[in-house]
């Protein structure tokens, strides 16, 4: 499917203060925030892009939504501690709340995460079921490995002019000290033929960088 950058934007914004369980499935409003690396950045935009496809509108504040998706970093402990303070924040306006990342990947029984959803850093192309199912009040925990996911999913990019593109996942490093191979595990290549083709796909739709 061809990426889409920005409709889920200009789509029309449900009012946040109609009961998620009276509005039909993808007519809800989704807060979407990401911390950390080119990487996490990636996966949210990938995140959104299947949320928006589905008919899901983004918002810009968890104010207007009614669910949030927290897409979280865990390699320093400021974007860490950032990360649970907002998980905390939304829980307490009474958002359905959705984590993804490596922060619940590498500890999924870390404090500030009870009562949450859970998608894995390679179950992001999941994202849609996932939501559907909090919505509905269901907390669903996806942390199981598989492949990684596709690279042409559809993408809301945070930049229209800059595509990110994954070329591998996880590390072959050790580091006492990083809990990023803990969460994204050993490395993980994509294919060159898929890489080359999201390339020549994101120059086509006026990326250029």
């Keep these: 499917p061809k990426p889409k950058k920005t409709e889920g934007k200009d789509a029309a914004i449900t009012d946040p203060m109609a009961a998620a369980e009276d509005l039909p499935p993808g007519a809800h409003n989704i807060f979407v925030k990401t911390y950390g690396c080119s990487h996490n950045i990636s996966d949210g935009e990938y995140m959104a ?3 928006s496809e589905y008919g899901f509108k983004m918002v810009d504040s968890m104010e207007e939504s009614h669910a949030c998706l927290l897409n979280s970093c865990t390699v320093k402990n400021p974007s860490q501690e950032k990360f649970i303070n907002q998980v905390a924040k939304a829980r307490g306006m009474g958002k359905p ?8 990947q590498g500890d999924r029984n870390l404090k500030g995460l009870e009562d949450v959803s859970i998608l894995g850093v390679t179950q992001i192309d999941r994202v849609v079921e996932v939501v559907e199912e909090a919505l509905k009040g269901h907390k669903v925990k996806l942390l199981a490995k598989k492949e990684l996911p596709m690279l042409d999913l559809p993408k809301i990019r945070k930049n229209e002019l800059v595509e990110i593109i994954p070329l591998s996942t996880g590390c072959l490093g050790s580091c006492t000290y990083c809990k990023t191979r803990h969460a994204r595990g050993k490395l993980g290549s994509y294919d060159p033929v898929a890489i080359i083709e999201r390339a020549r796909q994101a120059v086509s739709e006026g990326v250029m960088e």
């Design 97 to 104: 709340v959705i984590v993804s990342g490596c922060v619940p």
């Design 49 to 51: 892009g299947l949320l």
